[in-house]
């Protein structure tokens, strides 16, 4: 789950025209995450409807690891998402837990002009948060993305978000 240094982290949206691309690319992080090649603090698969909405289709949680890392991509998901595009009402309740952990509501409201015009009408999505540590790595997992967003959070705010979800 990270490691106690104060590195910074990074929220990735890796956007696809195509779901196969992108369940692909998620069997390779989910594995790489499962098997400790890397380590990620919240990691969510996603798809954007017809009407626009925001469909949470798996989130990464093993047994070994435990529920956290569903808990912190909900959160992530809830915090970057505008309530009014996601169709789930569990994560829009779920929206409020890490809603202050992200610097300033300026960088939040940049994120999520970002995921709107990162995930357009009827495509999936990966949102990944990970130490720096990892960012070679990831990349290559999200190889086959059309588009990548990427936003540098500080390691309090994304500790803010980690500890709001538990």
């Known amino acids: 789950m990270g490691s106690d240094s104060k590195a910074p982290v990074d929220l990735y949206i890796a956007a696809y025209p195509d779901a196969g691309a992108?369940?692909?690319d998620w069997d390779a992080i989910k594995q790489a995450a499962s098997d400790d090649v890397i380590k990620v603090d919240g990691l969510v698969l996603v798809s954007r409807?017809?009407?626009g909405k925001i469909h949470v289709?798996?989130?990464?949680?093993?047994?070994r690891k435990g529920a956290m890392w569903g808990a912190v991509g909900g959160a992530v998901v809830g915090l970057i998402f505008p309530p009014s595009l996601l169709a789930g009402a569990a994560i829009g309740a779920g929206a409020g837990l890490g809603i202050g952990g992200l610097k300033s509501h300026r960088e939040k409201k940049a994120i999520k002009a970002d995921v709107e015009d990162a995930l357009p009408v009827d495509s999936s999505g990966i949102v990944a948060l990970f130490e720096e540590t990892w960012v070679?790595?990831?990349d290559k997992a999200l190889s086959h993305a059309a588009k990548l967003t990427k936003h540098e959070v500080d390691a309090d705010s994304a500790a803010?978000?980690?500890k709001a979800a538990e």
Do not use: L, R
């Open 160 to 162: 803010e978000v980690k």
């Open 22 to 24: 992108a369940q692909g």
């Open 136 to 138: 070679t790595d990831v």
């Open 57 to 63: 289709d798996d989130d990464f949680h093993t047994a």
């Open 49 to 51: 409807d017809s009407d």
